[in-house]
């Protein structure tokens, strides 16, 4: 997910502020270089929109106002899905320029409301000889505090003149990262690491890990669906010399392997879940074996047989 554009989406002047929404949504799914290929029913559901042909008709005017271009996923001639990608150029221009408007609008807003120093009331320090004149003058007067002059007191720091507020840094916001706990990609890959005894996605490749299961997230697969698919091929490739070097993300999740190895795996999941022993599957149950240890194999007396 790319944090720094969908930071910078926000920045720019996309209105109404629905299709806003639903180009940061992309851009949160999408490389640094742009490019996402989440479900439209997906991003539906996460920007709370009522129906897809909203979603829909919003990715439209974005591809018509030149945020980004939609590009059709094929399999078997037939379309199965959307790609998208982002105009990053425009996203980082747009945003550079919003932001020093901003600034600019900034200064000339404090520069109008810069007020000039105010020397403050000069209090006397209470032991001072003058203050105890003064304050004998008012007790001649009633009692009323009238405030000397020579105050040794530093000035009130309430009556500064105002600071320009485009001397305050601002740091661009930053977009908020899904927990592991919520996140359906990071559980299939923690799920994967622990059923396989791996360590993928550590080392600072874990963008590129997860872009395996995340494509198959937007195809609809669910999260379920594809630990399903780990527990079938760990149980089929583990043993096996051969075939274990392919318990990887990269294999399980291609767009074009998932499909083949679901298929499978819900119909190994429908017999039980069976083991494979030396590549044949053998249901672990009672019923299927048979035990002749306690067969007596002698011949009867009366069987008519010489013995």
């Given at each position: 997910m790319?944090?720094k554009?969908?930071?910078?989406?926000?920045?720019?002047?996309?209105?109404?502020?629905s299709?806003?929404?639903v180009?940061?949504?992309?851009?949160?799914?999408s490389?640094?270089?742009?490019?996402?290929?989440p479900?439209?029913?997906?991003?539906r559901?996460?920007?709370?929109?009522?129906?897809?042909?909203?979603?829909s008709?919003?990715?439209?005017?974005?591809?018509?106002?030149?945020?980004?271009?939609?590009?059709?996923?094929?399999?078997?001639?037939?379309?199965i899905?959307?790609?998208y990608?982002?105009?990053?150029?425009?996203?980082?221009s747009?945003?550079?320029?919003?932001?020093?408007?901003?600034?600019a609008?900034?200064k000339?807003?404090?520069?109008?409301?810069?007020?000039?120093k105010?020397?403050?009331?000069?209090?006397?320090h209470p032991?001072?000889?003058?203050?105890?004149?003064?304050?004998?003058?008012?007790?001649?007067?009633?009692g009323?505090?009238?405030?000397?002059?020579?105050?040794t007191?530093?000035?009130?720091?309430?009556?500064?003149?105002?600071?320009?507020?485009?001397?305050?840094?601002?740091?661009?916001?930053?977009?908020?990262?899904?927990?592991?706990?919520?996140?359906?990609?990071?559980?299939?890959?923690?799920?994967?690491?622990?059923?396989?005894?791996?360590s993928?996605?550590?080392?600072?490749?874990?963008?590129?890990?997860?872009?395996?299961?995340?494509g198959?997230?937007?195809?609809?697969?669910?999260?379920e669906?594809?630990?399903?698919?780990?527990?079938?091929?760990?149980?089929?490739?583990?043993?096996?010399?051969?075939?274990?070097?392919y318990?990887?993300?990269?294999?399980?999740?291609?767009?074009?392997?998932?499909?083949?190895?679901?298929e499978?795996?819900?119909?190994?999941?429908?017999?039980?879940?069976?083991?494979?022993?030396?590549?044949?599957?053998?249901?672990?149950?009672?019923?299927?074996?048979?035990?002749?240890?306690?067969?007596?194999?002698?011949?009867?007396?009366?069987?008519g047989?010489?013995?």
């Open positions: 790319s944090s554009l969908h930071g910078q989406v926000w920045e720019c002047e996309i209105q109404p502020i299709r806003k929404a180009l940061a949504r992309l851009a949160d799914f490389s640094d270089e742009g490019y996402s290929w479900a439209v029913d997906t991003i559901r996460q920007v709370g929109a009522k129906s897809k042909n909203t979603v008709a919003a990715i439209k005017e974005l591809e018509k106002d030149g945020w980004l271009q939609v590009i059709p996923r094929t399999s078997g001639g037939r379309t899905s959307n790609a990608q982002l105009n990053v150029d425009k996203i980082e747009t945003a550079t320029e919003a932001r020093l408007s901003a600034k609008e900034r000339s807003k404090g520069a109008k409301s810069e007020v000039s105010v020397n403050p009331p000069n209090i006397n032991n001072s000889d003058q203050a105890k004149t003064e304050g004998s003058k008012n007790d001649e007067l009633g009323q505090n009238l405030v000397g002059e020579g105050s007191i530093d000035p009130d720091p309430l009556i500064d003149p105002i600071t320009d507020p485009s001397d305050i840094k601002t740091s661009c916001p930053v977009a908020a990262q899904p927990d592991e706990q919520s996140d359906p990609a990071a559980q299939v890959l923690e799920h994967f690491n622990r059923v396989t005894n791996s993928y996605g550590r080392g600072g490749r874990t963008k590129t890990t997860l872009g395996y299961i995340r198959r997230l937007a195809d609809n697969y669910s999260a669906d594809l630990m399903l698919v780990v527990d079938y091929l760990t149980a089929k490739w583990a043993d096996d010399t051969k075939m274990s070097d318990l990887r993300p990269s294999t399980l999740f291609g767009p074009e392997n998932c499909v083949e190895y679901f499978k795996a819900s119909k190994w999941h429908a017999s039980g879940r069976p083991k494979c022993v030396k590549g044949r599957w053998v249901k672990d149950d009672a019923a299927f074996k048979s035990s002749y240890d306690n067969v007596d194999y002698s011949t009867p007396a009366n069987s047989f010489r013995t």
